[in-house]
């Protein structure tokens, strides 16, 4: 179900909603050196626990140097979130690789501040347990406008 409230969805009790925000702003901003390091250093204590259920290494994750950030309106008011989707930090990765880091920032600017938000797309938020209270970006989908046909 595709929402355009967060605040009915939490007093509903939900934790997951799609949502339909008018973006106002894509934002990409470089992280600063202590917080990749710290994000890098969190990741590597994850990798080095014991899993009980799955022996097979895990591929190794590099935090990603830049936040990818939505400005959007929604029918609460204004709202800025740092999005958590992997497909965008992949993405940027991808494209830094082939094309070079220029390119992939400029590119990504325009793919998901300019394309998707003119094409349609939806907001796939969530709530953690550690943070129950705030709505987290962790998905972004493109989704066309869906109208209604005439039925005459």
């Given at each position: 179900m595709i929402v355009t409230s967060l605040?009915?969805?939490r007093a509903a009790g939900r934790?997951?909603?799609?949502?339909?925000?008018?973006?106002?702003?894509?934002?990409i901003e470089k992280k600063l050196n202590n917080e990749f390091e710290k994000e890098a250093k969190e990741f590597e204590n994850l990798r080095n626990q014991s899993d009980l259920f799955n022996?097979?290494?895990i591929i190794p994750y590099e935090p990603c140097l830049f936040k990818f950030k939505y400005r959007y309106k929604t029918d609460d008011g204004e709202r800025e979130g740092t999005c958590q989707d992997w497909e965008i930090e992949a993405t940027f990765y991808k494209w830094s690789k082939r094309y070079g880091e220029t390119?992939?920032?400029?590119?990504?600017?325009?793919?998901?501040?300019?394309?998707?938000?003119?094409k349609g797309m939806l907001l796939a938020m969530g709530t953690h347990s550690?943070?129950?209270?705030?709505?987290?970006?962790?998905?972004?989908?493109?989704?066309?406008e869906?109208?209604?046909l005439s039925l005459f």
């Open positions: 605040n009915d969805e934790c997951f909603a799609l949502l339909k925000a008018e973006v106002l702003e894509f934002k022996s097979a290494p390119y992939a920032l400029r590119e990504m600017q325009r793919v998901f501040g300019e394309e998707y938000p003119a550690r943070y129950p209270e705030t709505w987290l970006i962790n998905g972004v989908i493109r989704l066309d869906i109208t209604q």
